[in-house]
């Protein structure tokens, strides 16, 4: 069977909770996403912010949405994603400097993933010693090869 169509890369997740706040404390806070925008629809029940990672045609939008109204459809915040995966440029910094932030992290460290590269999780759920976690979502963190390195410096200009 040939598919007529690839799959080139992630264009958006969107990730729902009951304030949005919280989630830009991970989302824009810690990770250093930009907020590019913001959507409201009474129709679809939404506060949205646009959140942006890289640029040109690496860019993807993360959305952080909350419900104009708990009580209506859709409920945009009891859907949460099962997890996303973000490439990171150094895993070990990046887990140190979180950890350091109060982001709670799922156990098992940093391990190698089922796509060979090393990994680790961020924990779906805050406690009192970690207050900062993904609001329901599980985010796994991949340390990317030299070459998406590479790939994601040289749209930005930046050495590497």
Same mark, same amino acid.
């Given at each position: 069977m040939t598919r007529p169509f690839k799959v080139l890369g992630i264009q958006q997740i969107?990730? #729902? /909770?009951?304030? &949005?706040?919280?989630?830009?404390?991970?989302w824009v806070d810690m990770l250093g996403l930009d907020v590019t925008g913001n959507f409201v629809s009474e129709r679809e029940n939404v506060d949205e912010d646009i959140c942006a990672i890289g640029s040109g045609p690496f860019k993807v939008e993360v959305d952080l949405m909350q419900p104009l109204d708990p009580d209506k459809k859709p409920a945009v915040h009891t859907t949460p994603l099962n997890h996303v995966g973000l490439w990171i440029d150094d895993l070990p910094k990046a887990m140190a400097w979180l950890t350091a932030q109060g982001v709670r992290f799922a156990p098992g460290g940093i391990r190698p993933g089922a796509a060979?590269?090393?990994?680790?999780?961020?924990?779906? &759920? /805050?406690?009192?010693?970690?207050?900062? /976690? #993904?609001? #329901? +979502?599980?985010?796994?963190? +991949?340390?990317?090869?030299?070459? @998406? @390195?590479?790939?994601? /410096?040289?749209?930005? #200009?930046a050495p590497h």
């Open positions: 969107a990730i #729902g /909770a009951p304030s &949005k706040d919280r989630l830009r404390t991970l060979g590269f090393d990994i680790c999780f961020l924990h779906p &759920k /805050a406690n009192e010693e970690f207050p900062i /976690a #993904g609001e #329901g +979502v599980l985010i796994e963190l +991949v340390q990317a090869p030299p070459e @998406v @390195v590479a790939a994601f /410096a040289s749209l930005q #200009g």
